[in-house]
């Protein structure tokens, strides 16, 4: 289990060195081709590089209807504005959600017993080489990296929702 320090330094620690070209799908799954590169604390010159699949699923339109029919009676004119305003509103309160499959019997790791650099260098020029839109190389920490791939993750989300959104509105769902 990680603590909070550990949890805190492996966010602030992360780095995408390259993201994939492609977003997550709207109306798909996607499965991103990770390559996390890190640091061994114990060893000098010495680079872990894992790599694996993570696997986004369609993101879910989850619609507010059940905010079109809450009474706030009681509860003074503020309640009260707050309730109409929600009640005009409530077609665009919907959220999108996002899940997230990562499967770590696909995970395959291996200690290369060069400088970080070196190792970065080509793990970017290989990945670049094959052209794989759904590719991304992750700088994270060794012990914590689970965490580096859920801020990947995150990241991922934020840089496909304007998408998402955008396809749900053009075929009427939002």
């Not at 009474?71 to 005009?88: K, M, N, P, T, V």
């Not at 840089?159 to 959104?165: E, M």
Request: with cysteine; aromatic share 10%; net charge negative.
């Amino acid at each position: 289990m990680y603590s909070q320090d550990d949890i805190q330094y492996a966010l602030e620690s992360t780095e995408i060195l390259l993201e994939p070209d492609r977003r997550i799908d709207t109306f798909g799954s996607t499965s991103f081709e990770f390559h996390l590169i890190s640091e061994l604390m114990d060893s000098v010159s010495e680079t872990r590089v894992r790599e694996g699949v993570l696997h986004a699923e369609r993101p879910t339109i989850i619609k507010p209807e059940s905010y079109a029919e809450l009474a706030f009676e009681g509860f003074g004119e503020q309640a009260e504005a707050f309730s109409r305003w929600l009640h005009e509103n409530a077609d665009d309160l919907s959220i999108l959600k996002y899940g997230f499959n990562f499967r770590k019997n696909k995970v395959r790791e291996e200690v290369i017993s060069e400088p970080f650099e070196c190792v970065k260098d080509k793990v970017l020029e290989r990945v670049q080489s094959t052209a794989n839109p759904l590719s991304a190389v992750i700088h994270g920490v060794d012990d914590a990296w689970e965490v580096c791939l859920l801020k990947f993750t995150v990241e991922m989300i934020g840089l496909s929702q304007g998408i998402n959104v955008f396809d749900f509105k053009r075929r009427g769902f939002l």
